[in-house]
């Protein structure tokens, strides 16, 4: 090329995404295929010829000369005779085989890489050659660790592609030449995604043979005399190969028993290698290790495998999470490692399942042993009792709410008259304050400490019911009726959420769940749909809706000309609801102007919604009331675990409830010193003349109850 002369520029009919390497929809083009030639446009460079001589200048072509076309070809045919000479050449012009011009525009793909891509009965005799000869060239940039260049396939090197293909040969013809064993493929086509196409295998070599299932690879990589594999290595997720095999796993048996064989080998090796390093406590940048991965993505089998694993080998025996104590027939029983499982770790598997509700498969994972006997008997143990103890004291604060909600004025009668009567009422405010802001410091603290989701159904609602209670609170000291709405919503609430305590017992608490889930799931979708229908019959756009025009009610007296009135978008909305659930009333169109118009669109409103949404929500929530009845025991496990769970982060909310519990004892002692401050003037022994006047009697009474209440608080009441 003459001085300064730039090379040519890719055709501008070319679009970008055809230059990018992509294809249809973002996905990745093949990286090699026997139907299209490698790109040749690289963006364009200028290159200086340091030994131009004009007048030796020939427009002869070299016939010694390799271009990428005839040293692809050579590669794909395997025929190294066909590479005689390219060592010379490159050596004359001072190339290298990783110059661009060997390479695919689009993927970086080299002729190394072509030629394992072209493998026949595991072997291409031009690979030998090909890294012999980069090897004479001192390439600064050795052929055998360069890799593929596209957003799809970076990161994958010439190692890859031989354990792809599945050939031992090559992989030991590779790691002694120098192929880095550590290299990570990190494109997108081997990032795991929610939809298209992807293979994700855990990036480094090591763990893409353990995800295909060649344990002679992995033996090799692991013991090679050139580079060993470190077992300890992550990808840019984290992930070590233990982490790779738990995402490939897919609960089939076959691929179950070969991630199974191929993880415990990988756990045998890490002891030869190191038998200081615990490869199972590892986390990935999530904070997960492979059996919390295992849990959070729902891969039963695996997991069944991970915490039920039994060696019998005395050397690896400790790698074992179950341990066989004792037998008799048919009776076993055994010791199980608990590391991972119990809550009292970060991210273990019982929060996991507990309380990630969108977690696949938990159903069937917390059935398993051990976590099943664990679960039981920290149930037993303690949790039903804290269980029951926060039903009874809910119970009693509804009573309480509803108590004061029935006989409350309708204006504040403030100040209080000092009698029994005002003496409870004030003591029932005061009680329902208190719950109010406990219930809103209760949701907020189980959200931070507990793991409740600040989404879930009843975290909403309890947050709503208390938010809605100080609401009313704050109106009624205000002196506003609009108080009455608010505090009757936060009472139906109330009331509504106490169906959160039926999860202590198996029978009702799994028709709450079924009650849940056909709301979240089938009743949404349904009124979502039967919504746009209702609206879009009994409206549209104003000036030109034909229910706007038609649909009227009988005429105004006032009218002079008898004409029907229209009766507004929400009467109309109204009407046809009636009719949607059987009460509606076909005579209100004979006051219509257009009649049999009308009744057509009523009829067609009645096929949609009566005959064709309800039966189709009746039939989705027997699916998931059939659905849920298939793994009933297992659903109403899961619905009592949050509170076995809540000992790690619930004790700021357990002293909240001693708080509140002692408050609740303190009225109750008030209110008995207060019965004994009205008996005090006809009491025989503390005023046998009943000349005790107010003072007297209001001394004596604050006497007691400070001796016996308030004299000092237990410390252990303090948050």
């Given at each position: 090329m003459h001085p300064g002369k730039c090379a040519e520029n890719p055709p501008k009919s070319q679009n970008r995404e055809e230059r990018s390497g992509h294809g249809r929809k973002g996905e990745p083009q093949p990286l090699e295929t026997p139907y299209q030639k490698e790109s040749s446009e690289f963006a364009p460079k200028?290159?200086?010829?340091?030994?131009?001589?004009?007048?030796?200048?020939?427009?002869?072509?070299?016939?010694?000369?390799?271009?990428?076309?005839?040293?692809?070809?050579?590669?794909?045919?395997?025929?190294?005779?066909?590479?005689?000479?390219?060592?010379?050449?490159?050596?004359?012009?001072?190339?290298?085989?990783?110059?661009?011009?060997?390479?695919?525009?689009?993927?970086?793909?080299?002729?190394?890489?072509?030629?394992?891509?072209?493998?026949?009965?595991?072997?291409?005799?031009?690979?030998?050659?090909?890294?012999?000869?980069?090897?004479?060239?001192?390439?600064?940039?050795?052929?055998?660790n360069v890799s593929c260049?596209?957003?799809?396939?970076?990161?994958?090197?010439?190692?890859?592609?031989?354990?792809?293909?599945?050939?031992?040969?090559?992989?030991?013809?590779?790691?002694?030449?120098?192929?880095?064993?550590?290299?990570?493929?990190?494109?997108?086509?081997?990032?795991?995604?929610?939809?298209?196409?992807?293979?994700?295998?855990?990036?480094?070599?090591?763990?893409?043979?353990?995800?295909?299932?060649?344990?002679?690879?992995?033996?090799?990589?692991?013991n090679n005399p050139h580079q060993k594999a470190r077992l300890q290595e992550q990808d840019t997720q984290g992930n070590t190969v233990l982490h790779a095999l738990v995402m490939i796993a897919d609960d089939t048996e076959e691929n179950t028993k070969f991630v199974s064989t191929t993880y415990v080998e990988i756990l045998k090796a890490g002891v030869k290698l190191d038998p200081t390093c615990k490869l199972e406590e590892i986390v990935n940048y999530d904070g997960l290790n492979p059996l919390q991965l295992a849990a959070k993505t729902g891969k039963v089998e695996i997991f069944r495998h991970i915490i039920q694993r039994e060696i019998k080998e005395p050397v690896y025996r400790h790698l074992s999470r179950k341990f066989t104590e004792w037998t008799y027939g048919p009776i076993h029983v055994s010791l199980y490692d608990l590391s991972s499982l119990d809550s009292f770790e970060e991210n273990s598997v019982l929060e996991i399942l507990a309380y990630s509700s969108d977690t696949p498969n938990r159903y069937k994972m917390v059935v398993l042993e051990p976590l099943n006997k664990l679960l039981q008997q920290k149930w037993e143990t303690f949790a039903s009792k804290r269980f029951y103890f926060s039903f009874v004291s809910y119970l009693s604060f509804m009573i309480i709410f509803t108590a004061i909600a029935y006989y409350q004025p309708l204006r504040p009668s403030f100040p209080v008259e000092f009698t029994a009567g005002g003496f409870l009422w004030v003591s029932g405010l005061i009680i329902i304050l208190l719950g109010g802001i406990y219930l809103i410091f209760a949701q907020v603290g189980g959200s931070l400490v507990g793991g409740e989701s600040v989404t879930s159904s009843y975290f909403l609602s309890s947050f709503i019911q208390a938010f809605s209670l100080l609401l009313s609170a704050v109106l009624y000291g205000a002196s506003s009726e609009n108080y009455v709405a608010v505090m009757v919503f936060s009472l139906l609430l109330g009331w509504v959420n106490t169906l959160y305590y039926t999860r202590g017992f198996q029978r009702t608490g799994i028709y709450s769940v079924m009650i849940q889930k056909t709301i979240m799931r089938d009743l949404l979708r349904f009124l979502s749909v039967y919504m746009i229908f209702l609206f879009g019959f009994a409206a549209g756009e104003p000036s030109v809706s034909w229910l706007w025009l038609t649909v009227c009610f009988p005429?105004?007296?006032?009218?002079?000309?008898?004409?029907?009135?229209?009766?507004?978008?929400?009467?109309?909305?109204?009407?046809?609801?009636?009719?949607?659930?059987g009460m509606g009333d076909l005579d209100f169109q004979e006051h219509a102007r257009f009649r049999y118009f009308v009744m057509l669109l009523l009829l067609l409103f009645v096929i949609l919604t009566y005959i064709l949404l309800l039966n189709m929500l009746i039939a989705l929530m027997s699916e998931t009331v059939t659905d849920i009845s298939g793994y009933?025991?297992?659903?109403?496990?899961?619905?009592?675990?949050?509170?076995?769970?809540?000992v790690r982060g619930g004790s700021a909310c357990l002293s909240l409830a001693q708080i509140l519990m002692w408050f609740l004892q303190r009225v109750v002692i008030l209110a008995v010193h207060f019965w004994v401050y009205l008996q005090l003037s006809v009491d025989s022994e503390i005023n046998p003349e009943g000349k005790l006047n107010h003072e007297e009697r209001s001394a004596v009474f604050f006497e007691l109850l400070w001796q016996q209440n308030f004299r000092q608080a237990p410390e252990q009441h303090h948050l």
């Open positions: 200028i290159k200086i010829n340091l030994n131009y001589r004009p007048g030796l200048v020939s427009n002869q072509k070299d016939p010694n000369r390799f271009d990428r076309e005839r040293l692809f070809s050579a590669v794909v045919r395997g025929s190294p005779e066909a590479l005689q000479g390219l060592l010379e050449y490159l050596r004359r012009n001072s190339k290298f085989l990783t110059n661009s011009e060997y390479t695919d525009a689009k993927t970086g793909k080299t002729c190394l890489m072509k030629a394992l891509l072209n493998l026949k009965n595991g072997r291409n005799d031009t690979i030998p050659v090909l890294l012999e000869i980069d090897q004479k060239t001192q390439n600064p940039r050795p052929l055998v260049s596209d957003c799809f396939y970076r990161g994958q090197t010439a190692l890859h592609i031989a354990i792809e293909k599945r050939s031992l040969e090559m992989v030991k013809l590779l790691v002694e030449n120098g192929a880095d064993v550590h290299a990570r493929a990190h494109g997108e086509f081997f990032r795991k995604k929610k939809e298209g196409v992807y293979f994700y295998f855990g990036e480094l070599p090591l763990s893409l043979a353990a995800c295909t299932n060649q344990l002679d690879v992995v033996d090799y990589l692991l005429p105004s007296p006032g009218d002079p000309d008898g004409h029907a009135m229209y009766g507004g978008l929400l009467s109309v909305s109204l009407e046809l609801f009636k009719i949607t659930i009933s025991k297992s659903v109403w496990k899961l619905q009592v675990r949050p509170k076995t769970l809540t």
